[in-house]
């Protein structure tokens, strides 16, 4: 069975200070991986998505990375966070096909910039 | 562009009572359309999905009938119960595309 693990699950950092966040996904081949983030009790905003490994295509612009170094791992990070980066970090996986893109999401990493 | 909306920012109803969450879109293609829940601090889960027309899809006493020609995916469900308290989201995709999410519902069951 497939399964998404998020690291850290959360984390407390200083403003200006940089951010590494993590996803491994075991049980599938070559996925398709999203970062999307979530404001307290707000929507879903896909950040970045990557269909195979060393292309990730970004979404929107908040001053944030990401990389897929391994087909299954998927990494976000920035050199300097802001005060607007605090809130829900979401991976999530899909497979192409006739699903519709069905995704399946790890269990987040809460991020607090002080 | 394609879009999701869902009227309701927050539904609050009393246990054992019927609830429906509306879902409208708009896309110019052969529309997937999700629903997830967000219980309090957990992930997303993926409640019901459906691509078909006119088609019933149910799981864990939730149903919603994607209409096509109305653009509409209603969540529904006879009985509420207090564990269904959370964050409701309703998305949209196609075979290309990550799913587009609306702004969500949150719904609240009290005792």
């Known amino acids: 069975a497939q399964t998404i693990h998020q690291w850290p699950v959360a984390e407390i950092k200083a403003v200006g200070s940089p951010l590494s966040l993590g996803c491994t996904i075991k049980g599938k081949s070559s996925p398709n991986l999203y970062w999307y983030w979530q404001a307290t009790g707000g929507t879903l905003q896909q950040l970045f998505y990557?269909?195979?490994?060393?292309?990730v295509e970004s979404v929107v612009q908040l001053n944030l990375s990401a990389s897929r170094p391994k087909d299954d791992q998927f990494i976000l990070s920035t050199e300097k966070l802001l005060l607007s980066h605090s809130g829900f970090y979401l991976c999530?996986?899909?497979?192409?096909?006739?699903?519709?893109?069905?995704?399946?999401f790890g269990e987040g990493s809460r991020l607090i910039v002080v | 562009g394609d879009s999701v909306t869902q009227t309701e920012g927050l539904v609050t109803l009393t246990k054992g009572l019927p609830v429906m969450l509306n879902c409208t879109y708009q896309?110019?293609?052969?529309?997937?359309l999700f629903w997830y829940v967000q219980h309090l601090n957990e992930a997303p889960k993926l409640l019901l999905k459906s691509s078909t027309d006119n088609k019933r899809t149910e799981h864990q006493g939730f149903y919603a009938t994607l209409h096509k020609s109305s653009s509409s995916f209603h969540l529904q469900k006879s009985s509420v119960q207090l564990s269904d308290s959370a964050l409701y989201f309703c998305a949209l995709s196609n075979n290309n595309n990550a799913p587009r999410f609306g702004a969500g519902t949150k719904l609240s069951v009290k005792p």
């Open positions: 896309t110019t293609y052969s529309p997937f």
């Open positions: 999530a996986w899909s497979l192409l096909g006739n699903s519709g893109n069905t995704l399946y």
């Open positions: 990557s269909i195979t490994v060393g292309q």
